[in-house]
């Protein structure tokens, strides 16, 4: 039986994207199809390196052959990934800005960017990470970076501020350029300008996810960030307690205002449970159980999932080696899976909007 790559792409048309709801073929997912005998190559380009799906998807693209055309054939499947974008960030080459908010200080925002940017790094993606919290910045300390200062470059008169790059990730912080001892008693024209500067005058290079942590609230920063550049989506992180669930909201409700209108990619639960040492399996909702799960489903957002109360967390981080970082650690595969998802829901919102530009012919 002779192969024909028109043969290979029919079978693979049969295998759906299963967030995008279309086959491979049609989204351009497969590529550099070569046929010698029975020997079947071509790889598939997936929206990130993060894809949860990644192993579903190969098994489908195998079978699909094996079943459409012959069960003889011998299948051999390349996954890449190639991060998707939806709109110009106006950051050059930076592909997507993901905004770490919460309505309230004190749920560990910082911890869940953190580890956000280096599980999103070590699964291939380029990572960028801006400490946002211009008043209390804590990402110099949570990288173990504290006394350090980024170096600059001159390029045709114009200088350009290189970031600090650590475990994989660039990163810039106000915390870089200010004595940590002491306050930071900026009026808000001030801190909208710091900001500003940490996106534009920072040669970042090739980034596939710009972290931002947001500080709390919904002040000059959020909506310095929000109006300024297009932010892909938004994550809102919170504990279980009503006191936070209610400043949350805030948060949510500032990022679906029409004049932000900021795509919400999900609700972390952080200090969810707590489990013993001598007790690993057991969990005790010390501060109250399901509350981030009913706020997504109240506003309709996914829920990325829950972060334990676990010492090594804040001592990691105090330490400046975040404990996503650790693989044997049961907490690093809980953040590298929060990735994934972040991964898969920034993949999906670029192709909703794409679709939208196309529908509304801007495309």
Same mark, same amino acid.
């Not at 997507?96 to 309230?104: D, F, M, Q, R």
């Not at 949570?142 to 006394?147: A, V």
């Given at each position: ?11 693979? @048309? ?5 967030? &995008?709801?279309?086959?491979? +073929? ?17 790889? $598939? ?37 190639? $991060?998707? %974008? ?44 801006? *400490? ?12 173990? &970076? ?8 001159? $390029? ?7 970031? /600090? ?45 710009? +972290? ?24 809102? +992180? ?8 209610? *400043?949350?909201?805030?948060? /949510? ?28 399996? @057991? ?16 506003? *309709? ?11 090594? /967390?804040?001592?990691?981080? *105090?330490?400046?080696?975040?404990? $996503? ?30 679709? %939208? ?7």
């Amino acid at each position: 039986m002779i192969i024909t790559k028109e043969q290979v792409l029919q079978a693979l @048309s049969n295998v759906e994207e299963p967030d &995008l709801k279309k086959d491979l +073929v049609t989204l351009n997912m497969i590529q550099d199809v070569y046929i010698e005998g029975n020997r079947v190559s071509f790889s $598939v380009i997936l929206t990130t390196p993060a894809c949860p799906l990644k192993a579903m998807i190969e098994n489908a693209c195998r079978n699909a052959i094996l079943y459409f055309i012959s069960k003889e054939a011998d299948v051999h499947i390349n996954m890449n990934s190639s $991060v998707t %974008t939806q709109k110009n960030t106006g950051v050059p080459r930076v592909k997507n800005i993901i905004a770490v908010a919460s309505g309230k200080g004190g749920v560990g925002k910082s911890t869940v960017a953190v580890n956000l940017a280096l599980a999103l790094a070590k699964t291939g993606a380029k990572v960028g990470l801006i *400490d946002a919290d211009i008043y209390g910045p804590s990402i110099p300390i949570m990288f173990g &970076l504290e006394g350090e200062r980024p170096k600059a470059r001159d $390029v045709e008169g114009k200088t350009w501020i290189r970031p /600090i790059e650590k475990y994989g990730v660039k990163l810039l912080s106000v915390g870089f350029f200010t004595d940590p001892d002491k306050p930071i008693p900026w009026r808000g024209p001030m801190v909208s300008t710091a900001l500003k500067q940490l996106f534009n005058d920072a040669d970042w290079g090739e980034i596939d996810y710009m +972290v931002v942590d947001l500080p709390p609230g919904t002040g000059d920063i959020h909506l310095t960030l929000t109006q300024t550049f297009p932010v892909t989506g938004a994550i809102i +992180v919170t504990t279980p307690q009503n006191v936070a669930l209610s *400043d949350a909201k805030k948060a /949510i409700a500032m990022f679906k205002m029409s004049a932000i209108n900021v795509p919400l990619l999900g609700v972390v639960e952080n200090m969810s449970y707590f489990s013993p040492d001598e007790q690993p399996e @057991s969990k005790y909702y010390v501060f109250g159980q399901g509350g981030g799960q009913k706020l997504a489903s109240q506003f *309709d957002v996914p829920f990325l999932g829950e972060i334990p109360i676990i010492k090594s /967390i804040s001592d990691s981080g *105090d330490a400046g080696a975040p404990i $996503v970082l650790q693989d044997e650690s049961p907490m690093a595969a809980a953040f590298i899976a929060m990735a994934k998802s972040v991964a898969q829901q920034v993949a999906i919102c670029n192709a909703k909007a794409l679709e %939208t530009r196309k529908l509304a012919g801007v495309l």
